[in-house]
């Protein structure tokens, strides 16, 4: 019985998923659904999915979606998943709920508002939003100030404390990942007063790597695809 993974990997948390089913040795086919062409949008996805988003999964009959929700059933489910993935202990484990519930309403939005507006804009047909860009700013400044100063405050290399990744580390980070289709420019006046969450990507990307780089190709290809 092989999980099933619909995926677009210009989608962050199909980054994260596909990465955790990689790093983790989980035996799994990855179907297409290309977000340009709207295949989402589709009757047939929304049997997968009623929300009609990515990613989601299905595995024998049972079919989930929300990225938060894939990679807790990944880790609880399937074996050889390192417990610092998803730890065991109520204790840590609600911590990471913590941080996945705080993500939804704030991390995400900064990068998914930046890139929506500016780059992506074309590719889904819509106008570009330097207002709704420098909100997207904002928002993704308070979230990195937050997660400097409360998350990964007590200097170890993973948030909480931890000193081995988490699926919030990884999930939070592709997020922000998203920023590299802007350009370098951009990356590096967001990301550069964040001394230690830049440190924190680094760890995060060295303890998943290769398959961090491989997924991540996909930014610099849409990248070079609009500049020509």
Same mark, same amino acid.
């Given at each position: 019985m092989k999980l099933k993974v619909y995926a677009d990997r210009l989608s962050q948390p199909v980054?994260?998923? %596909?990465?955790?089913? &990689?790093?983790? *040795?989980?035996?799994? !086919?990855e179907i297409k659904v290309d977000l340009a062409n709207r295949e989402h949008l589709t009757p047939e996805f929304a !049997?997968?999915?009623?929300? /009609? /988003?990515?990613?989601?999964?299905?595995h024998g009959s049972f079919k989930l979606f929300e990225s938060h929700a894939i990679l %807790?059933?990944?880790?609880?489910?399937?074996? *050889?998943?390192?417990d610092?993935?998803?730890?065991?202990?109520?204790?840590?484990?609600? $911590?990471?709920?913590s941080v996945l519930d705080w993500h939804h309403s704030n991390l995400r939005r900064g990068p998914i508002t930046i890139v /929506?507006?500016?780059?992506?804009?074309?590719?889904?047909?819509?106008?570009?939003n330097p207002?709704?860009?420098? &909100?997207? &700013? $904002? %928002?993704?400044?308070?979230?990195?100030? $937050? =997660?400097?100063s409360f998350w990964l405050d007590d200097n170890r290399p993973f948030l909480l404390g931890q000193n081995q990744p988490s699926i919030a580390?990884?999930?939070?980070?592709?997020?922000?990942?998203?920023?590299?289709?802007?350009?370098? =420019?951009?990356?590096?006046?967001?990301? *550069?007063?964040?001394?230690?969450?830049?440190?924190?990507? &680094?760890? =995060?990307?060295n303890a998943t790597n290769p398959h961090f780089d491989e997924l991540h190709k996909v930014l610099k290809e849409l990248k070079e695809k609009l500049q020509n």
């Open positions: 980054r994260a998923v %596909i990465i955790f089913c &990689e790093v983790n *040795g989980i035996d799994y !086919e !049997e997968i999915n009623p929300m /009609q /988003q990515l990613p989601a999964i299905v %807790i059933y990944i880790a609880s489910s399937f074996p *050889g998943v390192a610092h993935w998803y730890p065991a202990d109520v204790y840590k484990r609600s $911590k990471i709920h /929506q507006n500016s780059i992506l804009a074309p590719v889904f047909r819509s106008p570009l207002e709704a860009v420098a &909100e997207g &700013e $904002k %928002i993704l400044s308070a979230a990195l100030s $937050k =997660t400097e580390d990884l999930i939070l980070v592709c997020d922000i990942m998203q920023i590299k289709l802007v350009g370098e =420019t951009d990356w590096n006046r967001l990301l *550069g007063p964040y001394k230690k969450v830049q440190q924190w990507i &680094e760890n =995060t990307r």
